[in-house]
């Protein structure tokens, strides 16, 4: 099945620097890509999400990036603001003739100095 | 915005009790999935549950776990006899469908066994 690494496990940056995650996945056939961010004792939230047909997606500060032949995604935030403190986690699914569920990275624990 | 529902949002319960998790997912949602995540750690897949029946379940979903859409509206997650190791939040999600991207997850469920 599926296996999503993801690093670092803690990432502490200072208010206006960039932030970069990285995850890794195993199955060459998942094709959906979602990223959440989820505060303390609250919900996952999908902030920002890619398919295996783009390399790159952009909303604002944040923007993911997918390399599929070295079947590696990263989440890349610009201009970081103490708010975005939060862990955030990669996931991996395949989606078309079935839906196979969401594997999750193991999280990274973001923190923002302002 | 359309929510994924979830109640009760705290459970305690003694060891060895049945519990009952509900879940009243997006009304035009098919697809239905539990997950859990242990303080601190990912968020794991436990089960999924398209068309009245489950499409797919981690190692995790044994046989003291299942899962019901008894009214069309809802959907439970039952833990037989719980064990200390359960305590966990759970959180229930739905997606669209096969073609359609993203999930959503609900509040969630703490569930804590003593």
């Known amino acids: 099945g599926e296996n999503v690494e993801q690093h670092p496990s803690t990432l502490s940056v200072q208010e206006g620097d960039s932030a970069v995650i990285k995850c890794t996945y195993s199955d060459s056939a998942s094709n959906y890509f979602p990223w959440y961010k989820q505060e303390l004792g609250k919900r996952p939230q999908l902030i920002i999400d890619?398919?295996?047909?783009?390399g790159e997606k952009k909303d604002q500060r944040i923007a993911v990036t997918l390399n599929k032949t070295a079947k590696h995604f990263s989440l890349h935030i610009t201009e970081t603001q103490p708010e975005d403190s939060a862990v955030y986690f990669c996931?991996?699914?395949?989606?078309?003739?079935?839906?196979?569920?969401?594997?999750f990275g193991k999280g990274t624990r973001l923190s923002v100095i302002a | 915005e359309p929510e994924v529902t979830q109640t009760p949002s705290h459970q305690v319960t003694q060891m060895g009790q049945e519990v009952i998790l509900r879940c009243v997912p997006i009304?035009?949602?098919?697809?239905f999935y539990w997950y859990r995540q242990i303080l601190g750690q990912k968020v794991e897949f436990l089960v999924s549950?398209?068309?009245?029946?489950?499409?797919?379940k981690s190692e995790i979903f044994d046989d003291q776990f299942s899962v019901e859409r008894p009214d069309g509206s809802n959907f439970t997650l039952k833990i037989r006899s719980t064990k200390l190791e359960d305590s966990a939040m759970y959180f229930c999600a739905s997606s669209v469908g096969v073609q359609r991207y993203g999930y959503t997850f609900g509040s969630g469920t703490r569930l804590t066994v003593v």
């Open positions: 890619i398919r295996s047909n783009v």
């Open positions: 996931a991996a699914s395949i989606k078309g003739s079935g839906n196979t569920p969401l594997v």
């Open positions: 009304s035009n949602h098919l697809y």
């Open positions: 549950f398209y068309n009245n029946e489950i499409s797919e």
